[in-house]
């Protein structure tokens, strides 16, 4: 059993950065994915990054890339999204999710939202122009 808390979120001009961290309880990363989306009104959950924990290969959606970096903090159980250059577009409720790495037969499971096993509660990112 894991638990996942978001937190860092808020209101934010275009152009800034942010940092949003996602803390874990219950059992060690140590096996998981650990997975950032993000859902806009009305729009389908978003793929942003992920990090395989314990070997720290990490993922990114080409929509994102350039823009967002995902560091762990492996002391704290604690896994981030930094996100630069904020737009507009970026506003959504910001997610993070872990899934287990073993037995994986698709390539692209860590940026397919229902192959996650855990989701944390979401903070609200809002960018204004």
């Known amino acids: 059993q894991v638990q996942l808390v978001e937190s860092g979120g808020g209101l934010v001009q275009a152009g800034d950065s942010l940092r949003l961290s996602c803390a874990a309880s219950?059992?060690?990363?140590?096996?998981?994915?650990m997975g950032w989306f993000r859902q806009a009104p009305g729009q389908e959950r978003e793929f942003l990054a992920t990090?395989?924990?314990?070997?720290?290969?990490?993922y990114y959606a080409n929509s994102v890339k350039g823009r967002v970096t995902i560091p762990k903090d492996n002391s704290k159980n604690t896994v981030h999204l930094e996100i630069n250059s904020l737009k507009p577009d970026d506003t959504a409720v910001y997610y993070c999710a872990a899934g287990s790495v073993l037995n994986r037969r698709l390539n692209d499971w860590y940026a397919r939202a229902s192959q996650y096993d855990y989701w944390g509660q979401g903070t609200q990112v809002t960018v204004s122009s």
């Open positions: 219950g059992r060690t990363f140590g096996g998981y994915a």
């Open positions: 990090i395989y924990w314990t070997s720290g290969v990490r």
